[in-house]
């Protein structure tokens, strides 16, 4: 039966109410990347991001029984690996905090609380 383990730093929520923890004592995996200097506009400086040059660490051995939680930079990074997946927080079908929302804490979402607007939970995961 096949798995699938979170390798974020956080708890991803699917809207049907299953919760991915990340794995206990688990190094998130990373990528880094290469910047550019393009340009500065308005006092503002642009960058271009060199994909090409990304780096991963922390990525496991493929296992054909186990899929891996990643975010979306690291899922970009690797086209090819067929075990990762990450979460579709772009889908029109994501929960987002809304005032009155209540967590899981107990404490009602208040007009000008930082999560308004925010996924709260998504429909699935994207997969190459």
């Known amino acids: 039966m096949k798995v699938i383990k979170n390798y974020t730093p956080h708890a991803i929520c699917l809207n049907s109410g299953e919760v991915y923890q990340p794995e206990a004592g688990q190094t998130p995996i990373r990528v880094s990347e290469k910047y550019t200097y393009v340009e500065t506009i308005d006092g ?10 990304a780096e991963v660490t922390g990525l496991p051995e493929e296992d ?8 979306r930079m690291v ?7 067929k075990d990762v997946l990450c979460p ?6 994501c929960i987002r905090w809304k005032e009155g ?3 899981d804490r107990g404490n009602t979402v208040a ?7 925010q996924v709260r939970s998504v429909p699935g995961f994207l997969r190459h």
């Open 44 to 53: 503002v400086k642009m960058y271009a991001v060199d994909a090409k040059g």
């Open 64 to 71: 054909p029984n186990v899929d891996i939680i990643v975010s």
């Open 75 to 81: 899922f970009d990074a690797l086209p090819n690996r």
């Open 88 to 93: 579709l927080s772009g889908s029109p079908e």
């Open 101 to 103: 929302d209540v967590d």
């Open 111 to 117: 007009a000008g609380d930082r999560r308004i607007g």
